[in-house]
């Protein structure tokens, strides 16, 4: 298995509303709770003065029967409830007893010339205790949902964004940034319109309205947006394209508004909108997929970046690592004026990302950073900001005062191949020998046919991603590629089919080379397809017709045959030189791990 690179993303930042409306808030906010302590002041002293005024006193019913007898009780009121109310003749009190239930009571009461009424008897004190269990009750439910819509409100139609403060802004600074030198100074006259845009204003310039920062991911796009800003001196905001795109219609353009509204406050600031191939994706040509929510924020983001002047002093900046996908509206002069390419790094600008990540990391006086920058081609500054702390925290694991070159030379492999495993006791001798065989390939073609590459690790060990095995193979960090360079990077991706072929026989090939079969398909593609280097097929780029159907088949064979041509040489290669692909093999089924200079001095033996 030949290993390739993969890339890591910027995280975005977000920004917060204004104080005006959060002291508003808390001005509502303080005088709801104030009325609602007020009424609850009231409730409470009603229920205590009606217990003091309203006297309820409680008799036996024998008591009663002897009252009624005397011609002493004037009404009694009656009800399912386990008790009755009582009124006397010339007393203000109440009374209560028990309820006997009888079908004749209320007969009974009426003979001796009692006034009887039916209903629910309910104290005064019930009734204020009752109405005070539902204002309580009211006031939750009512703050239950007060809360759910404002929760609802901020996901349908907030922005999330979050102001940063002008003194964060400035901390930030360009030569923060190692690298992306190029891009720095394609940016320099952008700071100084912002800054002094009346000193272009006598020349009759323009401040330009937009800028895209494109490139792979994890090479700063955000950062360099956000020096920008810090270089200004003005406040920054950043949002993320997602951010605009909802499943209700008219919220994105409206967010939008929002975000210049805001922007236009501050006089002069920077807008930064991550992932803007979210939101800014070429438009659809038909009527039917026309006015959709995404086609409305894209138009609303147009009319706002055409609508304020140079003199506003407000730049937007966006990123995408998807230039082609953006629609042709937001690329022309008068919105995003100029497209700033921030790629990968050189080996200086790996090394100054290096140095600048481990100044606060204790390092060896045996790393060479320079070394390490050399070995890492390909790789983004996020990536190697994580090497490093990989490397950190296997240093950590191994208690050691600073870290070593094992360290990053571990993280380096982890970070490409996945953590070696630790219990290799279920592999079968077979299995070993049939994998030393094709990484030996590997690593004997690339010094053979691509001399210049650096095969910096060759091992046996089965890693956690899945690789049985693996042969790091560094091409040389250059502008560009010759044809007799990606033949040979093909032949590479092939030694290690070709090795288990020779050594074990053409139907004992294992499935071991699937990786580097996808690999070399995808180079042969391109070398037909894209840079017109088949002599078959000729200076043409097919990738230009919009429909390849018809002439896919014949692609097809081409792309097989110039493979199998290739797959031949490399088994010619193998064959001539069998006895370095044996002794390597040999050493790695004794070892396990092969570096360059161990190779070198397998090739230097003979």
Same mark, same amino acid.
């Given at each position: =298995?030949?290993?390739?690179?993969?890339?890591?993303?910027?995280?975005?930042?977000?920004?917060?509303?204004?104080?005006? =409306?959060?002291?508003?808030? !808390?001005?509502?906010?303080?005088?709801?709770?104030?009325?609602?302590?007020?009424?609850?002041? %009231?409730?409470?002293?009603?229920?205590?003065?009606?217990?003091?005024?309203?006297?309820?006193?409680?008799?036996?019913?024998?008591?009663?029967?002897?009252?009624?007898?005397?011609? #002493?009780?004037?009404?009694?009121?009656?009800?399912?409830?386990?008790?009755?109310?009582?009124?006397?003749?010339?007393?203000?009190?109440?009374?209560?007893?028990?309820?006997?239930?009888?079908?004749?009571?209320?007969?009974?009461?009426?003979?001796?010339?009692?006034?009887?009424?039916?209903?629910?008897?309910?104290?005064?004190?019930?009734?204020?205790?009752?109405?005070?269990?539902?204002?309580?009750?009211?006031?939750?439910?009512?703050?239950?949902?007060?809360?759910?819509?404002?929760?609802?409100?901020?996901?349908?139609?907030? *922005?999330?964004?979050?102001?940063?403060?002008?003194?964060?802004?400035?901390?930030?600074?360009?030569?923060?940034?190692?690298?992306?030198?190029?891009?720095?100074?394609? $940016?320099?006259?952008?700071?100084?319109?912002?800054?002094?845009?009346?000193?272009?204003?006598?020349?009759?310039?323009?401040?330009?309205?937009?800028?895209?920062?494109?490139?792979?991911?994890?090479?700063?796009?955000?950062?360099?947006?956000?020096?920008?800003?810090?270089?200004?001196?003005?406040? !920054?905001?950043?949002?993320?394209?997602?951010? !605009?795109? #909802? *499943?209700?219609?008219? $919220?994105?353009?409206?967010?939008?508004?929002?975000?210049?509204?805001?922007?236009?406050?501050?006089?002069?600031?920077?807008?930064?909108?991550?992932?803007?191939?979210?939101?800014?994706?070429?438009?659809?040509?038909?009527?039917?997929?026309?006015?959709?929510?995404?086609?409305?924020?894209?138009?609303?983001?147009?009319?706002?970046?055409?609508?304020?002047?140079?003199?506003?002093?407000?730049?937007?900046?966006?990123?995408?690592?998807?230039?082609?996908?953006?629609?042709?509206?937001?690329?022309?002069?008068?919105?995003?004026?100029? #497209?700033?390419? %921030?790629?990968?790094?050189?080996?200086?600008?790996?090394? +100054?990302?290096?140095?600048?990540?481990?100044?606060?990391?204790?390092?060896?006086?045996?790393?060479?950073?320079?070394?390490?920058?050399?070995?890492?081609?390909?790789?983004?500054?996020? =990536?190697?900001?994580?090497?490093?702390?990989?490397?950190?925290?296997?240093?950590?694991?191994?208690?050691?005062?600073?870290?070593?070159?094992?360290?990053?030379?571990?993280?380096?492999?982890?970070?490409?191949?996945?953590?070696?495993?630790?219990? +290799?006791?279920?592999?079968?001798?077979?299995?070993?020998?049939?994998?030393?065989?094709?990484?030996?390939?590997?690593?004997?073609?690339?010094?053979?046919?691509?001399?210049?590459?650096?095969?910096?690790?060759?091992?046996?060990?089965?890693?956690?991603?899945?690789?049985?095995?693996?042969?790091?193979?560094?091409?040389?960090?250059?502008?560009?590629?010759?044809?007799?360079?990606?033949?040979?990077?093909?032949?590479?991706?092939?030694?290690?089919?070709?090795?288990?072929?020779?050594?074990?026989?053409?139907? =004992?090939?294992?499935?071991?080379?699937?990786?580097?079969?996808?690999?070399?398909?995808?180079?042969?593609?391109?070398?037909?397809?894209?840079?017109?280097?088949?002599?078959?097929?000729?200076?043409?780029?097919?990738?230009?017709?919009?429909?390849?159907?018809? %002439?896919?088949?014949?692609?097809? $064979?081409?792309?097989?045959?110039?493979?199998?041509?290739?797959?031949?040489?490399?088994?010619?290669?193998?064959?001539?030189? *069998?006895?370095?692909?044996?002794?390597?093999?040999?050493?790695?089924? #004794?070892?396990?791990?092969?570096?360059?200079?161990?190779?070198?001095?397998? *090739?230097?033996?003979?």
């Amino acid at each position: =298995m030949v290993l390739s690179y993969n890339s890591y993303r910027d995280n975005n930042q977000y920004f917060r509303g204004d104080t005006t =409306m959060s002291f508003k808030k !808390f001005k509502y906010k303080r005088f709801f709770w104030a009325t609602i302590l007020i009424v609850t002041f %009231i409730i409470c002293c009603g229920v205590g003065y009606v217990h003091k005024t309203e006297e309820i006193k409680s008799i036996s019913y024998n008591e009663f029967i002897e009252k009624v007898s005397n011609h #002493q009780v004037s009404k009694v009121t009656i009800s399912s409830s386990p008790t009755i109310k009582i009124n006397l003749k010339d007393d203000k009190a109440i009374y209560v007893t028990d309820n006997p239930r009888t079908l004749d009571f209320k007969e009974f009461l009426l003979l001796n010339n009692i006034k009887v009424e039916e209903g629910t008897y309910t104290s005064t004190i019930s009734i204020l205790q009752g109405i005070l269990g539902i204002a309580v009750f009211s006031f939750f439910g009512f703050f239950i949902i007060k809360s759910t819509r404002k929760e609802n409100s901020k996901a349908t139609m907030g *922005m999330n964004m979050v102001e940063a403060s002008e003194e964060n802004c400035n901390k930030f600074r360009l030569h923060n940034i190692a690298g992306n030198e190029e891009a720095k100074e394609n $940016v320099f006259d952008l700071i100084d319109f912002i800054k002094n845009s009346e000193k272009y204003s006598k020349y009759g310039a323009r401040m330009p309205r937009g800028i895209i920062f494109y490139g792979p991911p994890g090479t700063g796009k955000t950062l360099m947006a956000k020096a920008i800003a810090g270089e200004a001196g003005v406040p !920054f905001y950043a949002v993320s394209g997602s951010d !605009f795109v #909802q *499943m209700y219609v008219g $919220v994105g353009a409206s967010r939008v508004r929002d975000l210049f509204k805001k922007a236009r406050e501050s006089k002069k600031a920077v807008i930064f909108i991550d992932e803007i191939d979210a939101l800014g994706k070429r438009r659809s040509s038909s009527v039917v997929a026309g006015n959709d929510e995404r086609d409305q924020t894209l138009n609303a983001l147009l009319t706002e970046m055409s609508g304020f002047s140079s003199e506003e002093g407000i730049i937007v900046i966006a990123a995408t690592n998807r230039l082609d996908t953006l629609d042709e509206a937001l690329l022309r002069p008068g919105r995003f004026d100029r #497209q700033v390419e %921030i790629g990968l790094p050189d080996i200086k600008g790996r090394e +100054r990302i290096l140095n600048h990540h481990a100044k606060n990391k204790p390092l060896s006086e045996e790393v060479n950073l320079n070394k390490v920058a050399k070995e890492t081609i390909f790789f983004s500054g996020a =990536m190697l900001e994580n090497l490093l702390n990989e490397s950190a925290i296997n240093a950590v694991k191994r208690s050691d005062e600073a870290i070593k070159k094992e360290d990053i030379d571990k993280a380096f492999y982890t970070v490409l191949a996945g953590s070696e495993k630790k219990d +290799r006791s279920n592999i079968r001798e077979n299995d070993r020998k049939i994998t030393a065989y094709h990484e030996s390939g590997h690593a004997l073609i690339a010094k053979l046919v691509a001399p210049e590459n650096t095969v910096a690790k060759v091992t046996i060990i089965p890693s956690t991603k899945g690789a049985g095995g693996f042969c790091i193979n560094i091409p040389p960090d250059k502008m560009y590629y010759t044809k007799k360079e990606i033949e040979s990077q093909i032949m590479v991706n092939l030694a290690g089919r070709a090795a288990e072929e020779l050594i074990f026989g053409k139907d =004992m090939v294992t499935t071991g080379a699937s990786n580097d079969i996808e690999k070399a398909t995808s180079i042969i593609k391109d070398y037909v397809l894209k840079y017109g280097m088949s002599e078959k097929t000729g200076l043409i780029n097919l990738n230009a017709f919009n429909s390849q159907k018809n %002439i896919n088949d014949n692609i097809l $064979v081409e792309c097989k045959e110039h493979l199998f041509s290739l797959y031949e040489e490399t088994k010619k290669v193998l064959m001539n030189n *069998m006895d370095f692909l044996h002794k390597i093999a040999g050493e790695l089924l #004794q070892k396990e791990i092969l570096c360059e200079e161990e190779l070198d001095s397998i *090739m230097q033996a003979s």
